[in-house]
């Protein structure tokens, strides 16, 4: 079955470190987006691609960032420049449909320890 | 910049009866879409239901519909027969019909949905 499958599922992260959440679809989409959910804040876009090897700030990419090789694969990196990484990302894509909206991945749950 | 308003931080509903969400937005755009997206408490973003801004006809989709009212920049989602699944956080979503950014959704804060039995 064709999807989005984002990796880990929980993902624990030192002070300083820098750590990588994967997304990967199978749908044949061309765009991928990167959203970050926080309690009480709805879901505010970080990075988004349109096309492979091209990507876009969102709103609040600061700390982060992304990389678009594949048309299958757009991982987010959370870099030790993000000072409050602590929330739950979740990413998402789109074909060229565009009265359709995203199809989800189930999302990774990064913690800061 | 568009904007999306959810003015409910929470809902309830007693089971088998009718709830209604709240949705405003904000845009200069004439062409877009709107989407209703619910939220269960595994956290997978489903689908519920869509608009199509130059279309005045509301959506249905089985138990859900919407009260699109364009003038106004409101978007509400009516479930009727209420049932215990549907319990979960709501989110209203608006995407532009064209442009560099077209497919950018821009998101509300959410809205808290309890079904009580």
């Known amino acids: 079955d064709g999807g989005i499958t984002q990796s880990p599922k929980y993902l624990f992260r030192k002070e300083g470190q820098n750590v990588t959440l994967s997304c990967e679809q199978n749908l044949n989409h061309d765009a991928m987006y990167w959203y970050r959910q926080d309690p009480g804040q709805g879901l505010r876009l970080i990075y988004y691609?349109?096309?492979?090897?091209?990507?876009q700030k969102g709103d609040i990419a600061e700390g982060y960032s992304v990389s678009r090789e594949k048309k299958e694969s757009f991982p987010l990196t959370v870099t030790s420049a993000q000072k409050n990484p602590t929330a739950f990302y979740l990413c998402?894509?789109?074909?060229?449909?565009?009265?359709?909206?995203?199809?989800f991945g189930s999302g990774t749950r990064l913690t800061v320890v | 910049a568009q904007t999306v308003t959810q003015s409910q931080p929470e809902m309830s509903v007693q089971e088998a009866e009718t709830v209604t969400l709240s949705c405003t937005y904000d845009?200069?755009?004439?062409?877009?879409?709107l989407f209703w997206y619910k939220q269960p408490p595994s956290r997978q973003m489903i689908l519920v239901i869509r608009?199509?801004?130059?279309?005045?006809q509301n959506a249905t989709e089985n138990r859900f519909s919407v009260n699109f009212q364009k003038a106004a920049k409101s978007f509400s989602l009516k479930i009727s027969d209420s049932q215990l699944g549907d319990a979960a956080m709501y989110f209203c979503?608006?995407?532009?019909?064209?442009?560099?950014?077209?497919?950018?959704?821009?998101f509300g804060q959410g809205t808290i949905l309890t079904v009580h039995p």
């Open positions: 608009q199509e801004a130059y279309k005045q």
């Open positions: 998402a894509s789109a074909g060229t449909a565009k009265t359709y909206g995203y199809t």
């Open positions: 979503a608006y995407r532009r019909a064209g442009g560099t950014s077209y497919g950018k959704l821009t």
């Open positions: 691609s349109q096309i492979v090897n091209d990507f």
């Open positions: 845009t200069s755009e004439s062409d877009y879409y």
